[in-house]
Protein backbone atom coordinates (compact mmCIF):
# COMPACT_ATOMS: atom_id res chain seq x y z
CA UNK A 1 0.00 0.00 0.00
CA UNK A 2 2.97 2.27 1.01
CA UNK A 3 4.29 1.62 -2.29
CA UNK A 4 1.66 2.38 -4.29
CA UNK A 5 0.57 5.97 -2.32
CA UNK A 6 4.29 6.67 -3.09
CA UNK A 7 4.11 5.45 -6.78
CA UNK A 8 1.15 7.40 -7.42
CA UNK A 9 3.18 10.45 -6.69
CA UNK A 10 6.01 10.22 -8.64
CA UNK A 11 3.66 9.12 -11.41
CA UNK A 12 1.20 12.77 -10.74
CA UNK A 13 4.34 14.86 -11.32
CA UNK A 14 6.05 12.85 -14.16
CA UNK A 15 3.51 11.36 -15.53
CA UNK A 16 4.61 8.00 -16.31
CA UNK A 17 4.57 5.26 -13.69
CA UNK A 18 8.33 5.15 -12.39
CA UNK A 19 9.66 2.87 -9.82
CA UNK A 20 13.10 5.22 -9.24
CA UNK A 21 12.98 8.34 -8.13
CA UNK A 22 14.04 10.90 -10.57
CA UNK A 23 15.43 13.48 -8.00
CA UNK A 24 17.36 10.84 -5.97
CA UNK A 25 18.68 9.77 -9.66
CA UNK A 26 19.67 13.30 -10.17
CA UNK A 27 21.23 14.32 -6.75
CA UNK A 28 23.04 10.62 -6.18
CA UNK A 29 24.78 11.57 -9.51
CA UNK A 30 25.58 14.78 -8.84
CA UNK A 31 27.14 13.27 -4.90
CA UNK A 32 29.00 10.43 -7.01
CA UNK A 33 30.54 12.81 -9.62
CA UNK A 34 31.98 15.43 -6.78
CA UNK A 35 33.13 12.44 -4.48
CA UNK A 36 30.73 13.31 -1.35
CA UNK A 37 30.31 10.71 0.76
CA UNK A 38 26.25 11.91 0.86
CA UNK A 39 22.91 9.85 0.16
CA UNK A 40 19.88 11.23 -0.81
CA UNK A 41 16.99 8.88 0.12
CA UNK A 42 13.39 8.64 -0.92
CA UNK A 43 11.26 8.26 2.41
CA UNK A 44 7.73 7.99 1.97
CA UNK A 45 5.90 9.97 5.08
CA UNK A 46 1.93 9.94 5.78
CA UNK A 47 0.56 13.13 6.50
CA UNK A 48 -0.37 11.72 10.03
CA UNK A 49 3.42 10.91 10.88
CA UNK A 50 4.81 14.16 9.26
CA UNK A 51 5.64 16.07 12.64
CA UNK A 52 7.62 12.78 14.04
CA UNK A 53 9.51 12.55 10.77
CA UNK A 54 10.79 16.34 10.60
CA UNK A 55 11.78 15.66 14.24
CA UNK A 56 13.63 12.57 13.52
CA UNK A 57 15.62 13.54 11.00
CA UNK A 58 16.98 16.39 13.14
CA UNK A 59 17.85 13.65 15.45
CA UNK A 60 18.93 11.61 13.10
CA UNK A 61 21.45 14.25 11.83
CA UNK A 62 20.04 14.86 8.45
CA UNK A 63 21.53 18.09 7.17
CA UNK A 64 18.13 18.93 5.34
CA UNK A 65 15.52 16.98 2.70
CA UNK A 66 13.28 18.12 -0.11
CA UNK A 67 9.49 17.44 0.76
CA UNK A 68 6.60 17.26 -2.10
CA UNK A 69 3.20 17.61 -2.42
CA UNK A 70 0.93 17.01 0.04
CA UNK A 71 3.32 17.91 3.23
CA UNK A 72 4.88 21.69 1.17
CA UNK A 73 2.44 23.50 3.17
CA UNK A 74 1.61 21.41 6.54
CA UNK A 75 5.47 20.98 6.62
CA UNK A 76 5.72 25.14 7.84
CA UNK A 77 4.00 24.17 11.19
CA UNK A 78 7.31 22.02 12.15
CA UNK A 79 10.00 24.19 11.07
CA UNK A 80 12.30 26.81 13.12
CA UNK A 81 12.18 29.58 10.33
CA UNK A 82 11.61 30.32 6.53
CA UNK A 83 13.17 31.77 3.45
CA UNK A 84 12.03 34.87 2.04
CA UNK A 85 10.63 33.19 -1.47
CA UNK A 86 8.61 30.08 0.84
CA UNK A 87 7.36 32.66 3.48
CA UNK A 88 5.63 34.82 0.22
CA UNK A 89 3.91 31.70 -1.59
CA UNK A 90 3.13 29.40 1.90
CA UNK A 91 4.87 26.65 0.33
CA UNK A 92 8.62 24.76 0.91
CA UNK A 93 9.67 21.85 -0.80
CA UNK A 94 13.16 22.15 0.81
CA UNK A 95 14.21 22.12 4.37
CA UNK A 96 18.06 23.52 5.25
CA UNK A 97 20.13 22.58 8.82
CA UNK A 98 21.21 26.28 9.68
CA UNK A 99 22.83 25.79 13.10
CA UNK A 100 20.58 23.74 14.56
CA UNK A 101 17.11 25.50 12.38
CA UNK A 102 15.29 23.30 10.10
CA UNK A 103 14.73 26.35 7.78
CA UNK A 104 12.15 25.75 4.76
CA UNK A 105 12.83 27.41 1.19
CA UNK A 106 11.28 26.91 -2.01
CA UNK A 107 13.85 26.06 -4.76
CA UNK A 108 11.54 25.12 -7.86
CA UNK A 109 11.09 29.19 -8.57
CA UNK A 110 14.62 29.44 -7.99
CA UNK A 111 15.93 26.95 -10.30
CA UNK A 112 13.49 28.02 -12.63
CA UNK A 113 15.13 31.63 -12.70
CA UNK A 114 18.41 30.63 -12.59
CA UNK A 115 17.17 28.56 -16.10
CA UNK A 116 15.75 32.12 -17.36
CA UNK A 117 18.97 33.76 -16.22
CA UNK A 118 21.09 31.58 -18.64
CA UNK A 119 18.84 33.05 -21.50
CA UNK A 120 17.74 36.54 -20.26
CA UNK A 121 17.32 38.52 -17.47
CA UNK A 122 14.39 38.66 -15.68
CA UNK A 123 14.37 42.46 -14.44
CA UNK A 124 12.27 44.46 -15.98
CA UNK A 125 10.66 41.85 -18.44
CA UNK A 126 6.97 41.70 -19.22
CA UNK A 127 6.06 37.82 -18.58
CA UNK A 128 2.96 35.59 -19.30
CA UNK A 129 2.68 32.48 -17.38
CA UNK A 130 -0.02 30.04 -18.28
CA UNK A 131 -1.48 28.39 -15.13
CA UNK A 132 -2.04 29.13 -11.49
CA UNK A 133 -0.61 25.97 -9.35
CA UNK A 134 1.60 25.06 -6.88
CA UNK A 135 4.34 25.44 -9.76
CA UNK A 136 3.09 28.92 -11.37
CA UNK A 137 3.04 30.10 -7.56
CA UNK A 138 6.95 29.06 -6.89
CA UNK A 139 7.75 30.71 -10.73
CA UNK A 140 5.61 33.80 -10.54
CA UNK A 141 6.72 34.92 -7.00
CA UNK A 142 10.22 34.36 -7.64
CA UNK A 143 10.33 36.15 -11.37
CA UNK A 144 8.35 38.97 -9.37
CA UNK A 145 11.73 39.02 -6.79
CA UNK A 146 13.94 39.00 -9.80
CA UNK A 147 12.40 42.57 -11.00
CA UNK A 148 10.09 41.71 -13.85
CA UNK A 149 7.92 44.34 -14.24
CA UNK A 150 4.71 43.16 -14.98
CA UNK A 151 3.40 39.45 -14.91
CA UNK A 152 -0.03 38.16 -16.39
CA UNK A 153 -1.42 35.06 -15.34
CA UNK A 154 -3.64 32.76 -17.61
CA UNK A 155 -5.50 30.38 -16.34
CA UNK A 156 -8.44 28.12 -16.60
CA UNK A 157 -10.34 28.49 -13.36
CA UNK A 158 -10.51 32.00 -12.26
CA UNK A 159 -10.86 31.49 -8.82
CA UNK A 160 -7.21 30.12 -8.51
CA UNK A 161 -5.91 32.89 -11.50
CA UNK A 162 -6.99 35.77 -9.74
CA UNK A 163 -5.89 34.43 -6.04
CA UNK A 164 -2.25 34.22 -7.11
CA UNK A 165 -2.60 37.38 -9.37
CA UNK A 166 -3.60 39.09 -5.62
CA UNK A 167 -0.94 37.73 -4.19
CA UNK A 168 1.39 39.03 -7.14
CA UNK A 169 -0.04 42.59 -6.38
CA UNK A 170 -0.53 42.57 -2.59
CA UNK A 171 3.10 41.32 -1.78
CA UNK A 172 5.36 41.62 -4.52
CA UNK A 173 7.23 44.74 -6.52
CA UNK A 174 5.62 44.13 -9.70
CA UNK A 175 2.06 44.63 -11.60
CA UNK A 176 0.19 41.69 -12.18
CA UNK A 177 -3.47 41.07 -13.96
CA UNK A 178 -4.96 37.62 -14.50
CA UNK A 179 -6.47 36.63 -18.06
CA UNK A 180 -9.04 34.63 -18.34
CA UNK A 181 -8.74 31.57 -20.77
CA UNK A 182 -11.78 30.80 -22.06
CA UNK A 183 -11.01 30.99 -25.63
CA UNK A 184 -8.15 30.99 -27.72
CA UNK A 185 -5.45 33.19 -25.69
CA UNK A 186 -3.59 36.03 -27.65
CA UNK A 187 -0.01 36.48 -26.46
CA UNK A 188 0.07 40.41 -26.14
CA UNK A 189 2.81 41.40 -28.85
CA UNK A 190 5.06 43.23 -26.00
CA UNK A 191 5.45 39.88 -24.19
CA UNK A 192 9.09 39.17 -22.99
CA UNK A 193 8.76 35.80 -21.49
CA UNK A 194 6.64 33.05 -21.98
CA UNK A 195 5.76 30.29 -19.15
CA UNK A 196 3.65 26.99 -19.32
CA UNK A 197 3.37 26.19 -15.89
CA UNK A 198 0.19 24.06 -16.13
CA UNK A 199 -0.09 20.17 -16.71
CA UNK A 200 -0.40 20.40 -20.37
CA UNK A 201 1.54 18.41 -21.98
CA UNK A 202 3.05 16.06 -19.45
CA UNK A 203 3.31 12.14 -20.26
CA UNK A 204 1.11 10.46 -21.22
CA UNK A 205 -1.22 13.80 -22.83
CA UNK A 206 1.68 14.23 -25.56
CA UNK A 207 -0.69 15.58 -28.29
CA UNK A 208 -1.95 18.30 -25.79
CA UNK A 209 -1.89 21.46 -26.97
CA UNK A 210 -1.76 24.91 -24.57
CA UNK A 211 -4.92 26.75 -26.47
CA UNK A 212 -2.83 29.83 -27.71
CA UNK A 213 -2.90 31.88 -30.93
CA UNK A 214 -0.04 30.39 -32.78
CA UNK A 215 0.61 33.61 -34.74
CA UNK A 216 1.05 35.76 -31.15
CA UNK A 217 4.14 34.07 -30.78
CA UNK A 218 7.52 35.99 -32.25
CA UNK A 219 10.90 34.96 -32.26
CA UNK A 220 11.56 38.00 -29.97
CA UNK A 221 9.88 35.80 -27.21
CA UNK A 222 11.81 33.44 -24.29
CA UNK A 223 9.64 30.24 -23.62
CA UNK A 224 9.81 27.91 -21.30
CA UNK A 225 7.98 24.65 -20.20
CA UNK A 226 8.04 23.50 -16.60
CA UNK A 227 6.83 20.06 -17.96
CA UNK A 228 9.41 17.76 -17.73
CA UNK A 229 8.58 14.72 -18.88
CA UNK A 230 8.72 14.86 -22.38
CA UNK A 231 11.26 17.62 -21.93
CA UNK A 232 10.20 18.35 -25.92
CA UNK A 233 6.80 19.15 -25.67
CA UNK A 234 4.03 20.84 -28.19
CA UNK A 235 5.29 24.07 -27.13
CA UNK A 236 8.94 23.61 -26.94
CA UNK A 237 8.91 22.68 -30.33
CA UNK A 238 7.04 24.99 -32.23
CA UNK A 239 8.85 27.94 -29.78
CA UNK A 240 11.76 26.46 -31.69
CA UNK A 241 10.35 26.41 -35.04
CA UNK A 242 9.65 30.37 -34.19
CA UNK A 243 12.87 30.94 -33.56
CA UNK A 244 12.44 31.60 -30.15
CA UNK A 245 15.04 31.22 -27.11
CA UNK A 246 13.71 28.00 -25.28
CA UNK A 247 14.23 26.32 -22.07
CA UNK A 248 12.97 23.47 -21.73
CA UNK A 249 11.40 21.58 -18.15
CA UNK A 250 14.53 19.76 -17.10
CA UNK A 251 15.88 22.92 -16.87
CA UNK A 252 13.92 23.69 -13.87
CA UNK A 253 14.42 20.38 -12.09
CA UNK A 254 17.83 20.64 -12.38
CA UNK A 255 18.60 23.62 -11.10
CA UNK A 256 16.74 23.54 -8.06
CA UNK A 257 18.54 20.28 -7.76
CA UNK A 258 22.01 22.15 -7.77
CA UNK A 259 20.16 24.93 -5.06
CA UNK A 260 19.21 21.85 -3.14
CA UNK A 261 22.98 20.61 -2.72
CA UNK A 262 24.17 23.92 -2.80
CA UNK A 263 22.10 24.27 0.67
CA UNK A 264 23.04 20.71 2.25
CA UNK A 265 26.28 20.04 1.20
CA UNK A 266 28.03 23.97 0.54
CA UNK A 267 28.88 22.25 -3.30
CA UNK A 268 28.32 24.27 -6.48
CA UNK A 269 27.15 20.59 -8.58
CA UNK A 270 27.82 19.96 -11.98
CA UNK A 271 24.28 20.52 -13.81
CA UNK A 272 25.29 18.87 -17.06
CA UNK A 273 25.88 15.19 -14.97
CA UNK A 274 22.53 16.03 -13.24
CA UNK A 275 20.69 16.22 -16.45
CA UNK A 276 22.36 13.64 -17.89
CA UNK A 277 20.94 11.67 -15.17
CA UNK A 278 17.60 12.96 -15.76
CA UNK A 279 17.22 12.21 -19.26
CA UNK A 280 18.56 8.94 -18.65
CA UNK A 281 15.65 8.38 -16.33
CA UNK A 282 12.92 9.67 -18.66
CA UNK A 283 14.55 7.44 -21.63
P1 LIG B 1 -1.29 22.02 -10.04
O1 LIG B 1 -2.22 20.86 -10.07
O2 LIG B 1 -1.10 22.77 -8.77
O3 LIG B 1 -1.72 23.07 -11.18
C1 LIG B 1 -2.01 22.65 -12.49
C2 LIG B 1 -2.25 23.86 -13.37
O4 LIG B 1 -2.48 23.39 -14.70
C3 LIG B 1 -3.48 24.68 -12.97
O5 LIG B 1 -3.26 26.03 -13.28
C4 LIG B 1 -4.56 24.08 -13.89
O6 LIG B 1 -5.62 24.98 -14.16
C5 LIG B 1 -3.76 23.89 -15.16
N1 LIG B 1 -4.35 22.88 -16.05
C6 LIG B 1 -4.27 21.53 -15.94
N2 LIG B 1 -4.92 20.94 -16.97
C7 LIG B 1 -5.41 21.94 -17.75
C8 LIG B 1 -6.16 21.98 -18.96
N3 LIG B 1 -6.53 20.86 -19.58
N4 LIG B 1 -6.48 23.18 -19.50
C9 LIG B 1 -6.08 24.33 -18.89
N5 LIG B 1 -5.38 24.36 -17.72
C10 LIG B 1 -5.04 23.19 -17.17
O7 LIG B 1 0.10 21.42 -10.55
P2 LIG B 1 1.56 22.05 -10.33
O8 LIG B 1 1.47 23.51 -10.52
O9 LIG B 1 2.15 21.51 -9.09
O10 LIG B 1 2.37 21.39 -11.53
C11 LIG B 1 2.14 21.78 -12.88
C12 LIG B 1 3.18 21.11 -13.76
O11 LIG B 1 4.47 21.59 -13.39
C13 LIG B 1 3.24 19.57 -13.61
O12 LIG B 1 3.14 19.02 -14.90
C14 LIG B 1 4.61 19.28 -13.04
O13 LIG B 1 5.20 18.15 -13.63
C15 LIG B 1 5.38 20.53 -13.43
N6 LIG B 1 6.47 20.86 -12.50
C16 LIG B 1 7.72 20.86 -13.00
C17 LIG B 1 8.77 21.15 -12.18
C18 LIG B 1 10.15 21.12 -12.76
O14 LIG B 1 11.11 21.20 -11.99
N7 LIG B 1 10.28 21.05 -14.08
C19 LIG B 1 8.60 21.48 -10.75
C20 LIG B 1 7.23 21.51 -10.34
C21 LIG B 1 6.20 21.18 -11.20
P3 LIG B 1 -6.88 25.09 -13.15
O15 LIG B 1 -6.45 25.97 -12.01
O16 LIG B 1 -7.94 25.68 -13.99
O17 LIG B 1 -7.19 23.68 -12.71
Redesign the pocket.
Known amino acids: MKELNFKQELTA???QPISENPTQVMVEAAYRHHQLDWRYLTIEVGPEDLESAVQGAKVMGFQGFNCT?PHKVKVIDYLDGLGESASLMGAVNCVVRKDGQWIGENT?GK?FVSSLRELTDPQDKKVVIF??????R?ISVEVALAGASSITIV???PS??EELTALLTDKLPCSADFAS?EDTYSIPSDTEVVIN????G?FPDLD?RLDFDPDSLLSSMVVAD???NPPVTHLVRDARAKGCKVID??G??VN?GVIGIKHWTGVDPDPSVMRAALEEVFG
Open positions: AFGIDGGAGGAAANRSRGWATSILAVIPGLMLQ
